[in-house]
């Protein structure tokens, strides 16, 4: 008997009684409301309160949160276009079709899956909502290869607002073409890869004939499985005249699963920004993108010659550009709590995930993330906490360094900069003493002692020429990522991560 547990997966909102045709002795019963999968017969599951067989099919109740996200942003899309045909290319026993119909609220949804074995559970889990609403049809069930499906939508002009994509391996790759060719324009595809070795940079060679991306190992292989499966979609909407760009973006542990929903629109291949290379120094653990055009002329911080080379691996080319949109995810977060799938009572792991997307989706967060683990064993210290060095991050400010002259004085009294001229003030003092003129110079919590000031004055009255800061920078852009536990997101370089890490022990 099958005994599955959900964490997530709070008691549904939707008034299931009058959405669903009670079939099923259970599906009215109290224990929908329960916050998880007691089954009543083997293979029998609920899912956010919905009662569904799974027979012989492929199915995880580990990608219950892949399927709430698609229901929320399908949710979405119906409450502002006002309309919602969902295909679903691969729906296995039919679990996301019937979600799309009862909780999405989609007016018609076509449940394709290949194997035809499957059809009495598909139509008997869906047959829970009325097929026919007047004279249409509110649901259908096919059985074709995925591609002969899309094309066939295509060829009769038949479009959908949404279609979901839940492959195997990397086969999304295989159907993306055939999807944005039957997807309206503005409307969205919910694409899964499940190709760990490929983001682990093992088998570079099929990443490139996959998603067009020759992949090298790097540290946060499972960051670069989200972006080879953008970059590939990228690619593949641009032959069609469509730009493509991430909602959000979803990596889970168990398969590895990688999920993203993606926006289509006419346009473009970015040119400069977003679609490029990345590259990773083993040295010193640096990365940085590289655009196109400075393919031949790749060189780490850490080395200026090119005969240490060998350190530097690149990947690409990839999505470079924001995992997340997150005006999307927080509309996501909203209507999450209008379900009560968030907040109070709800259980913590889908509003922990959309939270840390939130903040993720910083814009000045660059790709990867850093594994504290890595800065530690650099740095040779403990690894340190992630709240404190998170925290270190943020209260980090850089001031760049010039020769102070009397005319440069006049011109920033001229602009008006009183107060930048009284942090100069400030901090020159102590500035003098550990920089020269140009040095790029970090500064923690100086501002708050006032002490500085008065001497850094009465230096100045004995001399001509001193040493003060031009610019003052805010502190670095750092989140969790949600996909590596013990690891950060943010701008501040390695070396930085380092001497940070060193501080914080004393080092
Ligand atoms: C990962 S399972 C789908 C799980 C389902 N979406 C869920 O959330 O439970 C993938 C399904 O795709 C079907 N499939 C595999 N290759 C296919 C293809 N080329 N065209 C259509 N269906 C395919 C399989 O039979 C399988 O049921």
Redesign the pocket.
Do not use: K, L, Q, Y
């Given at each position: 008997m099958l005994s599955l547990y959900p964490k997530t997966l709070s008691p549904s909102p939707f008034n299931l009684t009058s959405s669903l045709i009670p079939k099923k002795p259970s599906i009215s019963s109290p224990s929908l409301y329960v916050n998880s999968t007691t089954c009543c017969q083997p293979n029998q599951i609920t899912e956010r309160g919905i009662l569904f067989d799974t027979g012989d099919?492929?199915?995880?109740h580990e990608?219950a949160t892949g399927?709430d996200l698609g229901v929320l942003s399908a949710a979405l899309y119906k409450q502002s276009k006002g309309q919602l045909r969902v295909l679903?290319?691969?729906?296995?026993?039919g679990?996301?079709s019937l979600r799309y119909l009862v909780e999405s609220k989609a007016d018609f949804v076509l449940a394709?899956?290949?194997?035809e074995s499957?059809r009495r559970v598909i139509l008997d889990n869906l047959a829970q909502v009325e097929r026919l609403e007047g004279e249409k049809k509110r649901w259908v069930v096919t059985h074709?290869?995925?591609?002969r499906i899309l094309t066939d939508c295509y060829l009769q002009r038949d479009y959908f607002d949404y279609i979901?994509l839940?492959?195997?391996g990397s086969?999304s790759s295989f159907f993306l073409r055939a999807a944005f060719s039957s997807l309206k324009l503005d409307g969205l595809v919910y694409v899964?890869s499940t190709d760990g070795y490929s983001s682990g940079g093992h088998r570079p060679f099929h990443s490139l004939s996959a998603f067009g991306a020759y992949v090298r190992p790097m540290p946060y292989a499972n960051e670069l499985g989200l972006r080879i499966l953008i970059g590939g979609a990228v690619r593949e909407a641009s032959v069609l005249g469509y730009r493509v760009t991430p909602l959000f973006s979803y990596y889970s542990y168990h398969g590895p699963v990688f999920r993203v929903l993606l926006r289509m629109n006419r346009g473009k291949l970015p040119e400069k920004r977003d679609y490029g290379f990345i590259c990773y120094c083993n040295r010193c653990g640096n990365s940085q993108a590289v655009s196109w055009d400075e393919l031949g002329q790749i060189r780490c911080p850490c080395n200026n010659s090119t005969k240490d080379a060998a350190s530097l691996v690149v990947s690409g080319p990839l999505w470079t550009g924001p995992l997340h949109s997150g005006a999307y995810i927080m509309e996501m977060l909203n209507l999450a709590e209008q379900w009560g799938w968030v907040g109070k009572d709800a259980g913590t792991g889908l509003e922990k995930l959309l939270k840390r997307m939130l903040e993720e989706s910083d814009p000045r967060l660059p790709f990867g993330y850093i594994k504290l683990d890595e800065v530690a064993s650099r740095a040779q210290t403990n690894t340190p906490s992630i709240s404190t060095i998170m925290s270190s991050l943020h209260k980090v400010f850089y001031f760049y360094v010039l020769l102070y002259s009397q005319a440069f004085e006049l011109q920033l009294r001229r602009k008006g900069c009183v107060l930048l001229l009284k942090t100069v003030y400030c901090l020159a003092e102590y500035l003098i003493q550990y920089t020269q003129a140009g040095d790029f110079l970090q500064v923690e919590e100086i501002l708050n002692d006032s002490r500085n000031m008065g001497m850094f004055v009465s230096w100045l009255k004995t001399s001509n020429e001193v040493t003060v800061l031009f610019m003052l920078q805010e502190g670095y852009a750092a989140s969790r990522s949600h996909i590596a536990h013990n690891a950060i997101k943010t701008d501040c370089p390695m070396a930085g991560c380092i001497r940070i890490a060193k501080k914080i022990h004393g080092c």
């Open positions: 099919t492929f199915f995880r990608s399927r679903d290319a691969m729906c296995g026993c679990i996301r394709n899956d290949a194997n499957h074709c290869e995925a591609n979901d839940d492959s195997f086969d899964t």
